[in-house]
């Protein structure tokens, strides 16, 4: 057994023994919170730019897509690496732990500044590609410019935000996203009517937060705040070793991936119903994500316990772990679709109140959203699940089901049948068809690692008998 460093070694008692609920609640109400601003400020934009106009609103929608990329890059292999850490600490190898947080965030590094150099080069393309209509183009491309030339910032802030998480420091990880996107609201409106930068105001907004995020998130690990760590001393040479990062963190690249074709494949159905319907549905997406983040980051706080106790072959506590996440997330999010299935109308109108038809279509689209809500534990806490524990074809399948198997079919075939209608209620469909796959999926795996259980109980009970002969 190697010798650990104090830090590590509690660390690693307070993962794999500490009682589970509070534990996963101090790690979740931190990520939640980081969740929960990311997603407001991403709505300050929505916000803020929609008093531009219509064809403005629609731009966002449209760069929604590009930012898409950038974080299904990041996410990648911050996922990926944060997973490999996490069950790495939890069979006490910490020198590989940080060879898979260093090695991820200089190849995320390298990755964004491929995404900025090439959108760059060819914008007014790239942003046609992601549904940019020719009265929306103008605004896309101001805002997008700015996105890509802070594109290597944000790649790498994600593996930082995603390696902390999994070392389960998980108020490390707020203390960046939440200064960063507290400071994203306030300077929006400063940028954009204070100083009349328009849309593009919001880009730059969004990108200094970015450095802001980045450089507190940075400070952690140079001030070895950590167990993990970032240097060129710890990256990998070895071609294998990112295989593994990113065959890890394939289902996010997925999620995320397929949330940008998503995003595309929508743009350019709403499209064909004008600027208002594109509008109208980049607003729900938000909305609902806003919604969905709740989730999400409390399945980002239970993703280091299950991968800790994984390693450390407590699959009792992994088990335990899930179930508490799935109960506690069905009746979060039953109580929040209630009440935004209720006030549908006036959540839309805080975004567009000035054309009628972006809040009659956004309203009923955003109805449909919320019955479906309920489903989102089980199916997002599953994919949690499968990746931090290194099923990686389940997890693959599962990332890319909701916004991009099940959706992508939906947003293109139902329009055809019931027109505008199909476009509204293509992800309501998606999750339930989702959930569907999702639980005899799970079903099976809890039964393998109940087995697993029973076997380790067994050969412990087995040794303990012949050590007392």
């Known amino acids: 057994m190697n010798n650990f460093p104090d830090a590590a070694q509690q660390q690693f008692i307070k993962m794999t023994q500490s009682p589970l609920r509070p534990l996963i609640l101090g790690l979740a109400m931190p ?26 609103a629609g731009a966002v929608g449209v760069v929604y897509s590009l930012m898409a990329i950038i ?22 190898k910490d020198d590989e732990a940080r060879t898979a947080t260093s090695s991820a965030f200089f190849a995320a590094l390298a990755f964004g500044l491929l995404v900025a150099a090439g959108g760059l080069i060819w914008l007014d393309p790239f942003m046609r590609l992601l549904g940019s209509t020719e009265t929306i183009l103008p605004f896309a491309r101001q805002y997008a410019r700015w996105i890509l030339i802070g594109a290597p910032l944000m790649t790498t802030s994600f593996v930082m935000n995603t390696n902390l998480r999994s ?17 994203n609201v306030v300077l929006d409106p400063l940028f954009i009517f204070t100083f009349k930068m328009g849309i593009a105001g919001a880009a730059i907004a969004t990108v200094l937060s970015q450095c802001v995020s ?6 952690h690990f140079i001030f070895k705040r950590t167990v993990l760590r970032i240097s060129p001393r710890y990256v990998s040479r070895s071609p294998a070793f990112y295989g593994l990062i990113v065959r890890t963190g394939m289902p996010t690249l997925f999620r995320q991936g397929m949330a940008s074709l ?26 609902s994500m806003f919604i969905g983040s709740i989730l999400i980051g409390f399945g980002q706080g239970f993703q280091p316990v299950a991968g800790y106790n994984f390693g450390a072959k407590r699959y009792d506590r992994v088990i335990e772990a899930y179930k508490f996440c799935v109960r506690t997330g069905l009746i979060v999010l039953t109580c929040l679709a209630a009440c935004f299935f209720v006030f549908a109308p006036q959540v839309i109108a805080l975004f567009q109140n000035t054309d009628p038809r972006v809040s009659q279509i956004g309203s009923f689209a955003f109805r449909a959203h919320c019955v479906t809500l309920v489903t ?7 994919d949690m699940l499968f990746q931090v524990t290194g099923r990686y074809k389940e997890a693959s399948f599962l990332s890319g089901a909701r916004r991009g198997f099940f959706f992508i079919p939906c947003v293109i075939i139902l329009p055809r049948f019931i027109g505008l209608t199909g476009i509204q209620i293509s992800q309501p469909v998606a999750d339930v068809l989702c959930a569907c796959f999702s ?8 039964n393998w690692m109940r087995a697993q259980t029973s076997a380790v109980r067994t050969n412990s009970t087995t040794e303990q008998r012949r050590s007392g002969e």
């Open 31 to 56: 990520t939640i919170c980081s969740m929960l601003i990311t997603s407001f400020y991403n709505m300050a934009d929505t916000f803020f730019v929609a008093r531009i106009g219509t064809s403005a």
């Open 71 to 92: 974080q299904a890059i990041g996410f990648m292999f911050g996922m990926g690496a944060g997973s490999i850490a996490s069950r790495r600490l939890g069979e006490r």
């Open 167 to 183: 070392e389960g420091k998980a108020f490390f990880a707020m203390l960046g996203i939440v200064t960063g996107g507290l400071l």
């Open 214 to 219: 980045f450089s507190i998130l940075m400070s």
């Open 262 to 287: 998503a995003s595309i494949a929508l743009n350019t159905s709403a499209a064909v119903y004008g600027d208002a319907a594109l509008a109208a549905m980049a607003i729900v997406m938000r909305v």
């Open 376 to 382: 989102l534990p089980v199916t997002a806490l599953t």
């Open 439 to 446: 639980i005899p999926l799970v079903r099976n795996y809890l």
